[in-house]
């Protein structure tokens, strides 16, 4: 069984930043996309931003120049940037990785982020 590990969330004041990461358990994570999503209390669960393994990434209009999201695959580790945070990024925030096509599709546990003052 893959295991995905978040870290990185808290609470942190509107313009600030933290840095989320996820660790992969299974050696073979550089041929997985990676995926960030949130779900605030109330609400679906919502893409934030995507990499695939070629190293494409892609991000939802409401995070564009402000979060940055990257991979390390020899730590298999992907990262989430968020800067200039906003009280409306406030969600639990999870990490996906997967194989296109395949029943290859994996979640962590999530990670809480808290933007308040």
């Known amino acids: 069984q893959v295991q995905l590990v978040e870290s990185g969330g808290g609470l942190v004041q509107p313009g600030g930043s933290l840095r989320l990461s996820c660790v992969g358990s299974?050696?073979?994570?550089?041929?997985?996309?990676v995926g960030w999503y949130r779900q605030a209390p109330g609400k679906q669960r919502e893409t934030v931003a995507g990499i695939s393994r070629d190293g494409n990434t892609n991000y939802a209009d409401s995070v564009k120049g402000r979060f940055t999201i990257s991979r390390d695959n020899a730590k298999k580790t992907a990262y989430l940037q968020m800067n200039s945070l906003k009280p409306e990024d406030t969600a639990v925030y999870y990490c996906n990785m997967n194989v296109p096509n395949t029943n290859l599709n994996y979640w962590g546990q999530g990670t809480q982020v808290t933007v308040s003052s």
């Open positions: 299974r050696s073979t994570f550089s041929v997985y996309d």
